[in-house]
T-cell receptor
Framework: EAQVTQNPRYLITVTGKKLTVTCSQN?????MSWYRQDPGLGLRQIYY???????DKGDVPEGYKVSRKEKRNFPLILESPSPNQTSLYFC?????????????FGQGTRLTVV | AQSVAQPEDQVNVAEGNPLTVKCTYS??????LFWYVQYPNRGLQFLLK??????LVKGSYGFEAEFNKSQTSFHLKKPSALVSDSALYFC?????????????FGAGTQVVVTP
């Protein structure tokens, strides 16, 4: 089954404690991205990657890092989380070989930073 | 730069009545347009997309959407709403000329269908 898998689904952490949210896809997609969802703001892109070792900032990259060492994995790293990073996070993947392909989303990670 | 507007934060409709969720977009080139639905505690599920051709696109769960180039709109419709259609709906656009795959999402519209 084609899917994007995120872990964990729920995470509560304290300010400043480094954390990683994992994302994996099994569709051999080149393009992967991270979004955060906040009420009234919709989905905002944090970072994206067009292929292995190719990453770039999205609209709201401050406070986040990513890496793309393998095609299937795209972890999101918060080196020093702060309360304003409390949000619902989604990983997504798609192919860029055909621009008309929809994005596939993970189930989401609800992060609370206290 | 591309953008998407969903002018209504919430749409309320009685079960059995027609449902419309509005979306307008702005892109520099030609658009690929998408609708997604999000149920509570779930990820985004793809509903339908407009790529080219027929302006009326049919998708999952009885939903359809009409592409109107002159009005730059892509409204989502369902002839007869169900209580189970209550969810958060997102419109998204992707520029045909953008090979890097970025999707621009609207802020979302909460649909509430009452029995």
């Amino acid at each position: 089954e084609a899917q994007v898998t995120q872990n964990p689904r729920y995470l509560i952490t304290v300010t400043g404690k480094k954390l990683t949210v994992t994302c994996s896809q099994n569709m051999n997609h080149e393009y992967m991205s991270w979004y955060r969802q906040d009420p009234g703001l919709g989905l905002r892109q944090i970072y994206y990657s067009m292929n292995v070792e190719v990453t770039d900032k999205g609209d709201v990259p401050e406070g986040y890092k990513v890496s793309r060492k393998e095609k299937r994995n795209f972890p999101l790293i918060l080196e020093s989380p702060s309360p304003n990073q409390t949000s619902l996070y989604f990983c997504a993947s798609t192919t860029i070989r055909t621009g008309n392909t929809e994005a596939f989303f993970g189930q989401g990670t609800r992060l609370t930073v206290v | 730069a591309q953008s998407v507007a969903q002018p209504e934060d919430q749409v309320n409709v009685a079960e059995g009545n027609p449902l419309t969720v509005k979306c307008t977009y702005s892109v520099s080139g030609n658009p690929y347009l998408f609708w997604y639905v999000q149920y509570p505690n779930r990820g985004l599920q793809f509903l339908l997309k407009y790529i080219t051709g027929d302006n009326l696109v049919k998708g999952s769960y009885g939903f359809e959407a009409e592409f109107n180039k002159s009005q730059t709109s892509f409204h989502l419709k369902k002839p007869s709403a169900l209580v189970s259609d209550s969810a958060l709906y997102f419109c998204a656009v992707r520029d045909v000329t953008d090979s890097w795959g970025k999707f621009q999402f609207g802020a979302g519209t909460q649909v509430v269908v009452t029995p």
